[in-house]
């Protein structure tokens, strides 16, 4: 990264309204909705392809209110799902942006299916843990891929927008009052691009080895599983214009990723009744505490791996997710008609895993297991298991932003014409990786995006 550029010594090459910075979920919304107002958008992004997370999510889009609720009878509002939020980081997140964020919610799913042509539906097959409602929103195979799919094709037919690859970029160019005039990116050379407004959706620093280490320690050292690019540049360069930035410790883990085979294993297997082990066929805490808290919990434990445990019922549930599906196809999923033959398969210790099972069903029948979990289920043969470890998905903290999508100094004032969202931007989970409530990650990547888009595109068009 090279220091923050003056304006006034500044040989400018290009000029746009609106200049994005990233095109992952937060950037390619945060494009449309600018483009939408009217703005002529650049769209930078540094690497080759769109790779960021918001592709190797599950596309799990959680909005209170939508259509597809009503569809469906589910009673929900923002309110209800900025208490699931604020229950789940027990308060620790700032409230005022989760009641706005989820206040934008319906809007923003209905406006991704309405104006972006995103395909979105309303499963209602299952219910991640600390949700009270059913309202994750999601594309056919639950996969991200579709997702980034349908948004960059939708960035491409808007006319409005250019969206250069391999374009990093490397400073911002700053006027005399401390505003933002500009970016300089790096394509063959450096070229700086003076825009009205600039909107940072570069991702948080999970990939930044040496931020996570320093922020993050708990979960340094773990498999890092989002996007390759976000090495944390639109949080540095935020710091730089003198930017607060808040709750930096926390993050999204992820306890149950395929190990080796590096895919991700649905929670979803273990809300709907399984449970995890160790290598000693042991149960080591309560699976409700949500996939995120948990990854810690799996690398404590003897190789850093656990094992995923359930049953015929719950492998038919979790089929639609096509992760799922890889995961049979690479053969990291092993099934057998009897607990002895599954902890053969995984190469556990059969005894201590059928006592396991025993002790399972005990805790079923009680309503309550050792560790206060009350989510139990009988499991029946034949039985599934894979082994998985804990990893890092995403980095929760980030740039301090207002309700819409400016960033903020310490002092509360707005950076001029400077906009965050998705990771660059903290997020809604509190601290550290309890606070962490699914979907929370794409409410505030597609939300804010949404936000800093027509905020920044409206802006352009009244300066016309
Ligand atoms: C496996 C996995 C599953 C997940 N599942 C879900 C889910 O179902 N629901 C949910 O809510 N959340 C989920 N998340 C979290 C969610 O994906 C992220 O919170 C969200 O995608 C972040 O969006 P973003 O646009 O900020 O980042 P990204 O999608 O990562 O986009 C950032 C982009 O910026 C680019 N970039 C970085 N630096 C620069 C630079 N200097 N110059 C130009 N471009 C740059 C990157 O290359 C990248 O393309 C998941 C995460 C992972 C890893």
């Not at 969202?421 to 601290?431: C, E, H, L, M, Y």
Request: overall charge negative.
């Amino acid at each position: 990264m090279m220091p923050i550029e003056r304006a006034e010594k500044v040989h400018w090459d290009l000029e746009t309204d609106v200049v994005v910075v990233g095109a992952g979920g937060c950037g390619m919304v945060a494009a449309l909705a600018a483009a939408q107002a009217g703005a002529q958008v650049l769209l930078v992004e540094k690497t080759a392809r769109i790779s960021g997370s918001t592709s190797l999510s599950t596309s799990m889009i959680p909005a209170a209110g939508t259509r597809f609720q009503k569809q469906a009878g589910i009673d929900d509002t923002p309110e209800i799902m900025a208490q699931d939020i604020l229950t789940k980081n027990k308060h620790t997140s700032d409230e005022a942006m989760t009641r706005c964020l989820c206040a934008q919610s319906a809007e923003l799913v209905e406006w991704l299916g309405d104006y972006a042509g995103i395909k979105l539906h309303l499963p209602t097959d299952f219910l991640y843990s600390g949700h009270t409602r059913h309202r994750m929103h999601t594309t056919d195979h639950r996969t991200g891929a579709e997702l980034v799919e349908q948004l960059t094709a939708a960035v491409r037919r808007t006319p409005g927008i250019e969206l250069v690859f391999n374009a990093p970029i490397r400073s911002l160019v700053a006027d005399e009052s401390g505003g933002v005039e500009g970016v300089v990116v790096e394509t063959e050379q450096l070229e700086r691009v003076k825009a009205r407004k600039t909107i940072l959706a570069t991702s948080g620093f999970g990939a930044n080895k040496e931020m996570v280490a320093r922020y993050c320690p708990d979960i340094a050292g773990a498999l890092y599983f989002g996007g390759e690019g976000n090495t944390g540049e639109g949080i540095l360069l935020g710091l730089e214009m003198g930017a607060a930035v808040e709750n930096m410790e926390a993050y999204q883990g992820h306890g149950s990723v395929a190990f080796p085979h590096g895919m991700l294993v649905t929670w979803v297997v273990l809300v709907n009744g399984g449970f995890m082990v160790n290598k000693e066929g042991r149960r080591f805490g309560d699976e409700m505490l949500g996939y995120s808290g948990f990854a810690v919990y799996v690398n404590r434990q003897t190789d850093s791996v656990g094992f995923d445990i359930y049953d015929e019922r719950i492998h038919k549930s979790v089929m639609p997710f096509a992760d799922y599906q890889d995961c049979i196809n690479a053969q990291a999923m092993k099934h057998a008609d009897t607990m002895e033959g599954l902890a053969d398969a995984l190469h556990l210790p059969a005894a201590a895993l059928c006592k396991t099972l025993e002790d399972y069903h005990v805790a079923v029948d009680r309503g309550r297991d050792e560790f206060g979990r009350m989510e139990l289920a009988r499991l029946t043969p034949p039985y599934y298991g894979i082994q998985v470890t804990g990893a890092l998905f995403h980095t929760q903290g980030g740039l301090k932003v207002d309700a819409r999508a400016r960033v903020l100094r310490p002092d509360g004032s707005a950076i001029p014409n400077l906009y965050a969202g998705g990771g660059t931007a903290v997020g809604v989970s509190g601290r550290g990786a309890n606070g962490y409530l699914a979907g929370n990650g794409l409410l505030a990547a597609l939300v804010l995006g949404k936000l800093a888009g027509d905020d920044a595109g409206r802006a352009c068009k009244n300066q016309m």
